[in-house]
T-cell receptor, first 114, second 109 residues
Framework: GAVVSQHPSWVICKSGTSVKIECRSL??????MFWYRQFPKQSLMLMAT?????????EQGVEKDKFLINHASLTLSTLTVTSAHPEDSSFYIC??????????FGPGTRLTVL | GQNIDQPTEMTATEGAIVQINCTYQ??????LFWYQQHAGEAPTFLSY??LDGLEEKGRFSSFLSRSKGYSYLLLKELQMKDSASYLC??????????WGAGTKLIIKP
């Protein structure tokens, strides 16, 4: 149990385009989902906390107009990177929390912006 | 304030034992996680400690001392596949995960 999927697993796009990443909890409902970004050889950096049916809470320094988060249902959250630039190239990981504590991670999406 | 600290890198020999330490400071605490992360992959759950003491799970054990703000992950009978980054993270009073930078463990034959 407690499986989280992400789609796509990797994506290459041109600078200036937008990319949508989906995060789904497959066998549980998650009122809270998290979006992380991880640059090479660095730890996870929390970007935003997504609560179903409400606006996401963004961490300091993360542009909410650039990283659009939608948590439309208890099993799906999406992250859209708008007007992507090469510096947005990173490993994006979502996690879902069915209760208060443990988070279950998706497999990650590797974004490369040319 | 909050902070969490773990060594950047450790090296150990196949078949040996290694202990990865994690220290933290926080006013609110709801447990501490250890995750394993192989390069290019998402973290996978190893352990969760909320009470003081040692939790053993096969070759891996995790220890917590809340009064000292200290945890360690103990890996026994090291295998080459254990080469990975090990991340500790504590749960704060808002139930947010506060992550350490990770310890890269290198296993040598």
């Amino acid at each position: 149990g407690a499986v989280v999927s992400q789609h796509p697993s990797w994506v290459i796009c041109k600078s200036g385009t937008s990319v949508k990443i989906e995060c789904r909890s497959l066998d549980f409902q998650a009122t809270t989902m998290f979006w992380y970004r991880q640059f090479p050889k660095q730890s996870l950096m929390l970007m935003a906390t997504s609560n179903e049916g409400s606006k996401a809470t963004y961490e300091q320094g993360v542009e909410k107009d650039k990283f659009l988060i939608n948590h439309a249902s208890l099993t799906l959250s999406t992250l859209t990177v708008t007007s992507a630039h090469p510096e947005d190239s990173s490993f994006y990981i979502c996690s879902a929390r069915p209760g208060e504590v443990e988070q279950f991670f998706g497999p990650g999406t590797r974004l490369t912006v040319l | 304030g909050q902070n969490i600290d773990q060594p950047t890198e450790m090296t150990a020999t196949e078949g040996a034992i290694v202990q990865i330490n994690c220290t933290y400071q926080t006013s609110g605490f709801n447990g501490l996680f250890w995750y394993q992360q192989h390069a290019g992959e998402a973290p996978t759950f190893l352990s969760y400690n909320v009470l003081d003491g040692l939790e053993e799970k096969g070759r891996f054990s995790s220890f917590l001392s809340r009064s000292k703000g200290y945890s360690y992950l103990l890996l026994k009978e090291l295998q080459m596949k254990d080469s990975a980054s090990y991340l500790c993270a504590f749960v704060d009073s808002n139930y947010q995960l506060i992550w350490g930078a990770g310890t890269k463990l290198i296993i040598k034959p």
